[in-house]
């Protein structure tokens, strides 16, 4: 609530109530960046850093739904086993001349026993490396506004030429390859799992085709 609390976000967060029971991993919670953010540093864009051994009723600071901070830049949302939940804003970075802010709205206890407390330390300590302008090689991306309008864009790509490596040449010809000069739509029976096609010279291969007993 800070950020609203001293000036620098306008729009006052939320704060929701969720139930969550102890449930082996079922239970565990954490955040969901967008393409990337340096406190995801080895966490390949997001991670579980909370999972109780008790029932709790765990407060959720953020904006909700449609809603978003007017100042501040959404790094990552609600993340849950197997679920992650758009609708729930509760990573916000504000940041102005003066420095950064990041505001961590659920998960984070330091007293209570956790299943996942090196995640959290290794998440925090992200946290303050980035807030102290420490570099890092993870992109700094956000969630935005999604406005569900199409966007008009421009694609260009390079001609597809096919390989010459891949052009059927110089095909050797099967003694089963039977050619007609003039093919007519005549009929032609095969039976089997296998498929023919056939050029067929009646004239010229009709003592072959019986000699094989193509025809009788």
Known sequence: MLPNAIGIEPKKPEIRLDTIQNDWLFDKRG???????PLFAGFFG??????????????????????????????????????????????????????????????????????????????????????????????????E???????????KNVPIVPSKEKEMKN????????TRLEPQNNYYEASGRRADVVRLSWEKKMAELRKYGCIR
Do not use: C
């Open 31 to 37: 955040f969901q960046g967008h393409l990337g953010h």
């Open 46 to 143: 997001g991670e579980y850093v909370w999972d109780a051994n008790e029932d709790q009723i765990m407060p959720f600071v953020g904006y909700f739904g449609k809603d978003f901070p007017e100042k501040g830049k959404v790094i990552a949302i609600d993340k849950a086993y197997v679920f992650v939940y758009a609708e729930r804003k509760i990573v916000i970075e504000h940041s102005n001349k003066k420095g950064k802010v990041i505001s961590i709205g659920s998960s984070i206890y330091f007293s209570k026993s956790n299943n996942l407390r090196n995640n959290l330390e290794h998440f925090m300590e992200n946290t303050l490396q980035y807030l102290a302008g420490e570099k890092f090689n993870e992109p700094v991306t956000y969630w």
């Open 145 to 155: 506004k999604f406005t569900n309008k199409p966007i008009l864009f421009t694609e």
């Open 171 to 178: 095909i050797p010809h099967s003694e089963l390859l039977f």
